[in-house]
């Protein structure tokens, strides 16, 4: 009976680790330059993560309709990123965190919003590009009220479990957060839309968004300028250039001794960030992506972890009580209460492992400034205003889409 | 008796659900139709309607214009097509008999350009090819603006309407000899719910 036991236990242990490996699946598939979707089946029935993985993957395989649709879904599905509901905090209090559908960080539905765009503007269907930066500005207005509340509340719950705030406070030195949920490149690419089409109102208020949260931008200083002095660029290149992988979350795990329950393992989420980084000549930084996670994901850690102690402890106490029952089962049942706080304790390590690490922007009117090969550079319509994107995953691969805006 | 009782209840509940088809024709069943916070059905017919009629009133189109349907820009957050509105418009104008619309200019059509193009061929008779100049340029533009604004209302707790969609749908008609506006109109439509459409 014991061997099932520790059978069982290694098998358990095997599954937490599949959601690192089909993560580590996916970013290789990328880096391979395949955007095959992780599924074929209907959109309806995909997870959330997979609809933001395969949206990615099929926009980046010049597929724009059938990506924008899978971010449609997405949308249409409404998930409230900071709320709960009961029966999920009970999935995760009893079967461990990733046994629910996955939860979109606030930074994904941005994201969302941002890939869509760019699939539209491939499509050039401007008018429902125009229709996604609306949504996109609701929904930053929002998640931003919905941020400061959460912050809110976490400090006032984190301040009265001082051991777990000094587990987790350890090793944060190298951190870089915001202090609001923000996407600049979102923000910059949506004024940049406006400011092609002369609307000079909208295009100011993305712009001055976009230099609030990155003053050191001189080129979205010069676009807000423009805007401001009404005077619509011509002959202008804007190049997105996305480079490397956002952080991935590693479980990790502590103990804390608590009177009348004994020692208590539990455990919580750390993030590991991809650090291979090759600078781009003539551009500046947009978008650290690393930074828009951490601002966040530092949040939703006290929650997690808090559950995750709370889980831990009421498992324990189970195991003690199990143990010590007195039966003639009692080592039996102690075992299998084991074994139901290992495989229930897992943190959510998951997260849209395809976002890049950061964003730079090159805007120019000259094209030899431009981070292009040579052969490329006669896609682009010298008498009109362009888009770039381009995704630089490593060495070998590299996705260019060039847009006309006329 | 008892056996009545779960088939009337089975019977209630299938009356519940499932799909109705609603007749435009009868008035009550489209009153009594539930109310969404996106536009609908009604919300269309009725701006339409008024906006036609304002049109007509206004006297701009007293001498039987051509009109070219321009953009109608959409400044909401949900995916609407504008021809929604607009074809009642158009349909609207061309029944009444005040207006004429261009379908060639605009590029709806693509079929009077292809006529054209077979000037010389002669597997056509030549009779039955349209003539150069006999395209009518127009002399008016029809462009429009749909807005949607979404307020937070102050609720109580027993409240369940927190918010308020205001949605602005408007258009301008522009003599093109001019340039100048020779009518404009404004139509409002309020809702309000518990969730702004957002997608």
């Known amino acids: ?406 | 008796m008892k056996k009545m009782i779960p088939i009337a209840i089975s019977v209630a509940l299938c009356a519940c659900g499932g799909t109705s088809v609603v007749d435009l024709n009868d008035t009550r069943e489209v009153d009594a139709m539930q109310h969404v916070m996106e536009l609908e059905y009604r919300d269309w017919t009725n701006t339409a309607e008024k906006m036609t009629n304002s049109m007509i009133e206004s006297g701009a189109l007293k001498n039987k214009p051509v009109i070219a349907i321009g953009d109608i820009v959409n400044d909401t957050t949900q995916r609407i097509d504008s021809d929604v509105l607009i074809k009642k418009i158009r349909t609207t104008l061309l029944k009444s008999g005040s207006a004429q619309i261009t379908t060639n200019f605009t590029g709806e059509d693509t079929n009077s350009d292809k006529a054209r193009a077979l000037r010389g061929n002669g597997e056509y008779d030549a009779n039955t090819i349209a003539k150069g100049g006999t395209l009518v340029a127009p002399n008016m533009s029809l462009t429009g603006k749909m807005l949607q604004r979404n307020l937070k209302l102050d609720s109580g707790w027993f409240s369940s309407v927190d918010t308020r969609t205001e949605y602005y749908l408007q258009l301008t008609l522009t003599d093109l000899k001019t340039g100048l506006s020779v009518w404009e109109d404004e139509q409002p439509i309020i809702k309000q719910g518990t969730r702004a459409p957002t997608w």
């Open chain 1, 1 to 406: 009976m014991r061997k099932i036991i520790l059978i069982c236990l290694l098998f358990l242990y095997g599954c937490a680790s599949t959601v690192q490996s089909k993560l580590d699946s996916v970013q290789n598939n990328f880096a391979n330059s395949n955007f095959e979707p992780t599924t074929t089946s209907d959109a309806l029935d995909q997870d959330n993560l997979d609809l933001l993985i395969n949206g990615t993957a099929l926009f980046h395989a010049d597929k724009f309709k059938e990506s924008d649709s899978l971010f449609e879904e997405f949308n249409k599905r409404n998930i409230n990123e900071t709320s709960s509901s009961i029966s999920r905090e009970a999935g995760s209090l009893l079967l461990g965190g990733n046994v629910n559908s996955y939860k979109p960080y606030m930074m994904d539905s941005l994201f969302v919003s941002y890939y869509q765009i760019w699939d539209l503007l491939a499509l050039h269907d401007f008018s429902n590009a125009r229709v996604v930066i609306n949504q996109s500005y609701e929904r930053q207005r929002k998640m931003s009220q919905e941020y400061q509340e959460m912050i809110e509340k976490n400090q006032e719950r984190i301040s009265e479990n001082s051991q777990i705030k000094e587990i987790l406070d350890k090793n944060t030195g190298d951190w870089l957060a915001f202090s609001d949920i923000m996407n600049p490149a979102l923000m910059y690419l949506s004024g940049i839309y406006f400011l092609d089409r002369g609307d000079f109102s909208n295009a100011i208020t993305y712009l001055k968004r976009a230099n609030g949260m990155m003053p050191e931008n001189t080129f979205i200083k010069q676009d807000l300028e423009n805007a401001q002095r009404k005077i619509r660029p011509t002959k202008t290149t804007w190049q997105f250039i996305e480079t490397g992988f956002a952080p991935r979350l590693k479980e990790d795990s502590a103990s804390l001794l608590l009177f009348n329950v004994g020692l208590v393992y539990f455990s919580f989420t750390t993030p590991y960030f991809n650090n291979n980084f090759t600078p781009i000549p003539n551009s500046e930084l947009l978008a650290n992506v690393d930074a828009m996670f951490m601002t966040e994901y530092k949040e939703y850690r006290i929650n997690e972890t808090l559950r995750s102690f709370a889980s831990a402890a009421s498992k324990t106490a189970l195991q003690t009580t199990m143990y010590n029952s007195g039966s003639d089962k009692s080592l039996l049942m102690g075992l299998l209460s084991s074994v139901y706080a290992v495989s229930s304790s897992n943190s959510d390590v998951r997260t849209w492992a395809t976002l890049p690490k950061y964003i730079y922007v090159i805007r120019t009117e000259n094209l030899n400034k431009l981070n292009i090969d040579d052969n490329i550079k006669n896609d682009i319509d010298k008498n009109s205003n362009n888009l770039i994107y381009t995704r630089i995953i490593n060495d070998k691969t590299t996705d260019i889409k060039i847009i006309n805006l006329r």
